[in-house]
């Protein structure tokens, strides 16, 4: 503490200190360690603007990037997960799946969504990785089936983003 610190009143040298940024402005670049503010770099589409490292995003983010801002349907988020056969292995299938939803807000690993792109009507799906890695089960493929049935139904593009493990 400097001599002028010293003579400072103690409650002007506490509130000198205890600022704190809030937590969630910044974010640390894994590649570079540069500390971004996150509104410039959800701007930048995850992307470091100081070394051009893509940061991992959602399903949703992908989609919301990629579809045009407006009237967007999920198709088949009805669908959810059942363990019929009782799976374990060291820790029960449907603990997995309860967990994956807690993590993730999602309900499967698979989002499908009608939208448009650049005002062209289209269909897309993203994989959520942190969802179980992205792994492909019974209601993922159910998904991937129904968007594949609308597109060709409604003679429209289908465009899958695959991330999985």
């Known amino acids: 503490m400097?001599?002028?610190?010293?003579?400072?009143?103690?409650?002007?040298?506490?509130?000198?200190?205890?600022?704190?940024?809030?937590?969630?402005?910044?974010?640390?670049?894994?590649?570079?360690d540069a500390q971004?503010?996150?509104a410039e770099l959800e701007r930048n589409l995850k992307v470091c603007p100081k070394c051009s490292y893509h940061m991992r995003i959602s399903a949703r983010e992908r989609l919301k990037y990629f579809l045009d801002s407006g009237q967007q349907n999920e198709i088949a988020s009805e669908i959810e997960a059942d363990d019929p056969l009782g799976?374990?292995?060291?820790?029960?299938?449907?603990?997995?799946?309860?967990?994956?939803?807690?993590?993730?807000?999602?309900?499967e690993a698979l989002i499908v969504?009608?939208?448009?792109?650049?005002?062209n009507p289209i269909v897309t799906c993203a994989f959520e990785f942190n969802f179980l890695g992205g792994s492909m089960g019974s209601v993922v493929g159910e998904r991937f089936c129904r968007a594949v049935k609308y597109s060709t139904e409604y003679r429209v593009p289908l465009v899958?983003?695959?991330?999985s493990g």
């Open 2 to 32: 400097s001599w002028f610190e010293k003579l400072m009143p103690s409650r002007i040298r506490t509130a000198r200190r205890s600022r704190t940024v809030p937590e969630g402005v910044w974010v640390k670049c894994a590649q570079c």
């Open 36 to 38: 971004l503010y996150k």
């Open 87 to 107: 799976f374990r292995d060291s820790k029960k299938y449907t603990d997995r799946i309860s967990d994956a939803k807690k993590k993730t807000g999602e309900n």
């Open 113 to 119: 969504i009608n939208g448009e792109l650049n005002g």
């Open 160 to 163: 899958s983003f695959a991330a």
